[in-house]
Each structure stands twice: as structure tokens, then as C-alpha cells.
Nanobody, 122 residues
Framework: VELHESGGGSVQAGDSLRLNCRASERSFNYYHRGWFRRPPGKGREFVAAISWRDDSTYYADSVKGRFTVSRENAKNMVYLQMSNLKPEDTGVYYC????????????????WGYGTQVTVSS
């Protein structure tokens, strides 16, 4: 049972990127799916999440209005569309899955991808 991220890269401030997270099993369509990031020299933090029950979405204050999380169950995919990127968005981005628990709390997630690097230059 695995999650695989892709879509990271190096961009300029103001650019956009879309991160992709593919699940190895269709059963993950019935899991909450979250995005987290680890900025350089800092701890991992919550970015965005989407509920499997009703597709409700949740965002960190720092990314509200710029990032959009969505899912495509037919393809076992979850996406993070990032717009108007800022240098402070730099970090390793991880997707994760949990069956239940507080959707914004990383400690509730038990399945993680290996991460994809996003670097935003000013």
C-alpha cells in the first residue's frame, strides 16, 4: 500500500505548480487525503486536506486562496494545485492518508508518500 507524489520542481515566485499523489489501491478513495510540507530547517506542517466523506476541503491559513486540493477517485489520484507561489512555499511536499481522525493533524495519518521537492525562487 503506497502513495506516490510527483509534480514538484523549481519555479519563480508567482508561478504555479500542480502536485499529484497516486494511491496504489482503490481503497484509498475512502480515506481522508492530506498534503503536508517540510520547509528547510523546519518541522513538517499541514498544508491542505480533503475528506473522503463529502469532499470537504481544509487549508492552512498561509495557503488559503492560492492552493486547491482535489481528488479524482476514478484514477486513485489527489492533486494540489498551487498558484502564486512564494519563496516561503519552498519545501518537501508529502501526501498522506488516514481513515479517520482529525484531518488537519499529521499525527492522525498512517500512510505517507516519499515526498517531492518544491523550490520557489524570488
Amino acid at each position: 500500500v503506497e502513495l506516490h507524489e510527483s509534480g514538484g520542481g523549481s519555479v519563480q515566485a508567482g508561478d504555479s505548480l500542480r502536485l499529484n499523489c497516486r494511491a496504489s489501491e482503490r481503497s484509498f478513495n475512502y480515506y481522508h487525503r492530506g498534503w503536508f510540507r517540510r520547509p528547510p530547517g523546519k518541522g513538517r506542517e499541514f498544508v491542505a486536506a480533503i475528506s473522503w466523506r463529502d469532499d470537504s476541503t481544509y487549508y492552512a491559513d498561509s495557503v488559503k486562496g492560492r492552493f486547491t486540493v482535489s481528488r479524482e477517485n476514478a484514477k486513485n489520484m489527489v492533486y494540489l494545485q498551487m498558484s502564486n507561489l512564494k519563496p516561503e512555499d519552498t519545501g518537501v511536499y508529502y501526501c498522506a492518508a488516514t481513515k479517520w481522525g482529525e484531518i488537519t493533524n499529521q499525527n492522525e495519518y498512517d500512510t505517507w508518500g516519499y515526498g517531492t521537492q518544491v523550490t520557489v525562487s524570488s
